[in-house]
């Protein structure tokens, strides 16, 4: 089983940038899709971005396009979200997570949770 720790998170201000990583371990995660969901107080969990096994396809909320990227590094059994633009709205905790082959886009079809890292935007 692969087992995932986020890092990364923290207070940013408005317009300001953060870049979230995901350490894997215990499996090689070249077999895995990777997403990024994040839950808001009172929200659903939502996704914000996914990528293939090796990063050729990837695919993100309609909120966050243009302004975050999700990318890995299979030699590195790492992922990471780039984001930009940062807003209040984006304020939430953070969970990386894995499928086994194909990506998915709904947070029921991942299996393996990272622990969350917190955002915060201020305004």
């Known amino acids: 089983q692969v087992l995932l720790v986020e890092s990364g998170g923290g207070l940013v201000q408005a317009g300001g940038s953060l870049r979230l990583s995901c350490q894997a371990s215990?499996?090689?995660?070249?077999?895995?899709?990777m997403g990024w969901f994040r839950q808001a107080p009172g929200a659903e969990r939502e996704l914000v971005a996914a990528i293939d096994l090796y990063g050729s396809s990837t695919y993100g909320a309609d909120s966050t396009e243009g302004r975050f990227t999700i990318f890995r590094d299979n030699a590195k059994n790492m992922v990471y979200l780039q984001m930009n633009s940062l807003k209040p709205e984006d304020t939430a905790v953070y969970y990386c997570?894995?499928?086994?082959?194909?990506?998915?886009?709904?947070?029921?079809?991942?299996?393996?949770w990272g622990q969350g890292t917190q955002v915060t935007v201020s305004s």
């Open positions: 997570a894995a499928k086994r082959l194909i990506v998915a886009l709904s947070p029921r079809e991942y299996d393996v």
């Open positions: 215990g499996r090689p995660i070249s077999t895995y899709a």
